[in-house]
């Protein structure tokens, strides 16, 4: 699972609350991404960091803010939760070897929104 | 922009058979790879196999292989000797390898093995 932990791995919440979800990697890996997984969709980035205080956003950003303050952490918030959240969530790292890249993933959060 | 299209939503084989699962994509790049993801029950993304854009030759993981086209930006999934343990999502995911390496999925298609 190259050690990526993701929390909480279920949450229901109510419309208009603001909700945080939290990726911990402890490989030290430089790129950290979310992504949400809608059915017909496939999975959609949402925003991406590639350094410390280094983020971006992604195909399916509005709604959603990230912060990465350390290298392990990169968090998710929706400030004000919306239906159209109700999601699954994942969190995902890469890194470029002298082989290939590669990306592994979290184990995913469960989010409804009510 | 990449896109990647995966036009079976569903399928269903006899355990032991064979199945192709097919991708399509469309970019401009010429430096990517291509990937194929699995997600069982559980709802784990597990990395399948997994393709160079300069390869020729197809990937090959046991009983998984690939047939890449790169010129008609075709990479199908073929899974020989099929097992129950095969039932999943499976995902067609397309990295551009410079920049920030995201990834780009697919729609998904559902797989069910059948005893």
């Known amino acids: 699972d190259a050690g990526i932990t993701q929390s909480p791995r279920h949450k229901v919440t109510e419309t208009g609350t603001p909700v945080t979800l939290r990726c911990h990697q402890t490989e030290n890996h430089r790129y950290m991404y979310w992504y949400r997984q809608d059915p017909g969709h496939g999975l959609r980035l949402i925003h991406y960091?590639?350094?410390?205080?280094?983020?971006d956003k992604g195909e399916v950003s509005d709604g959603y803010s990230v912060s990465r303050s350390k290298t392990e952490d990169f968090l998710l918030t929706l400030e004000s939760a919306t239906s159209s959240q109700t999601s699954v969530y994942f969190c995902a790292i890469s890194e470029r070897t002298s082989r290939a890249p590669f990306a592994f993933f979290g184990q995913g959060t469960r989010l409804t929104v009510v | 922009a990449q896109t990647v299209t995966q036009s079976q939503p569903e399928m269903s084989v006899q355990e032991a058979e064979t199945v192709t699962l097919s991708c399509t994509y469309d970019?401009?790049?010429?430096?990517?790879?291509l990937f194929w993801y699995k997600q069982p029950p559980s709802r784990q993304m597990i990395l399948v196999i997994r393709?160079?854009?300069?390869?020729?030759q197809n990937a090959t993981e046991n009983r998984f292989s690939v047939n890449f086209q790169k010129a008609a930006k075709s990479f199908s999934l073929k899974i020989s000797d099929s097992q129950l343990g095969d039932t999943a999502m499976y995902f067609c995911?397309?990295?551009?390898?410079?920049?920030?390496?995201?990834?780009?999925f697919g729609q998904g298609t559902r797989l069910t093995i059948n005893p």
């Open positions: 393709q160079e854009a300069y390869k020729q």
């Open positions: 970019t401009s790049e010429n430096n990517y790879y």
């Open positions: 960091s590639y350094g410390v205080k280094d983020t």
């Open positions: 995911a397309f990295m551009w390898v410079q920049g920030a390496q995201k990834l780009v």
